[in-house]
């Protein structure tokens, strides 16, 4: 059984560039949220989708936007980078509320 | 922003040793859980302890909650190499849907 997979894992991208990437949750997990990590931090929520909707946002600019297929995979999608976009973006799925969210490895994102 | 605090945030031990982190935290939770990360990459789920538990145990995990002071602690005994890591702690607020708010996490360092 897979667990939750990203891609690409690394990503290097220009200031003003737009970026797409994207998350399989692990089987049997129909809740995807996506958290961006900056270096020395802990995980900051940035949305979470359920049933192909935004259930929840946390404090992020229009700029990061998501979707959910039927299948329950997701992208994030962020428009014009910033250098301080620079992170490591996860994606965590879970099987319901108040359970256990399983995160994938990472997409390590480099805005130059 | 962050809502955890996580203390240390620097641990050094010897293996075979003890190492014991504690969080805190500020607002009523559905439940607490226990994150680690290897060198940056994917969080992996220790343990989750509800609000109505005060202690629970998995393997050589043992974690504590304590609701009125808003804190969790968590103790690795016998303490191998394999377990160098950053730990997090991470709360599921009172109605909060699995949105997980992380602390700033502490990084062990276990010698050999």
């Known amino acids: 059984d897979a667990g939750v997979t990203q891609s690409p894992t690394h990503l290097i991208k220009t200031r003003g560039q737009q970026v797409t990437l994207r998350c399989s949750p692990k089987s049997g997990h129909d809740t995807v949220s996506w958290y961006q990590q900056a270096l020395g931090q802990g995980p900051q929520f940035i949305f979470q989708?359920?049933?192909?909707?935004?259930?929840q946002r946390g404090n992020f600019p229009d700029r990061f936007s998501g979707h959910q297929f039927p299948n329950y995979s997701s992208e994030l999608n962020v428009n014009a980078l910033l250098l301080g976009d620079s992170a490591l973006y996860l994606c965590a799925s879970s099987p319901g509320l108040e359970q256990g969210a399983f995160f994938g490895q990472g997409t390590r994102l480099t805005v130059v | 922003s962050q809502q955890g605090e996580e203390d240390p945030q620097a641990l050094s031990i010897q293996e075979g040793e003890n190492a014991t982190m504690n969080c805190s935290y500020k607002?009523?939770?559905?439940?607490l859980q226990w994150y680690r990360q290897n060198s940056g990459r994917g969080l992996v789920h220790l343990i989750l302890i509800r609000s109505n538990e005060r202690e629970k145990h998995s393997g050589r995990l043992r974690v504590t909650l304590d609701t009125s002071k808003k804190s969790s602690s968590l103790l690795i005994t016998a303490s191998r190499a394999a377990d160098t890591a950053s730990y997090f702690c991470?709360?599921?607020?009172?109605?909060?849907?699995?949105?997980?708010?992380f602390g700033t996490g502490t990084q062990l360092k276990v010698e050999l």
């Open positions: 991470a709360t599921d607020a009172t109605g909060g849907g699995n949105k997980l708010t």
């Open positions: 989708y359920y049933e192909e909707e935004e259930r």
């Open positions: 607002t009523s939770i559905n439940n």
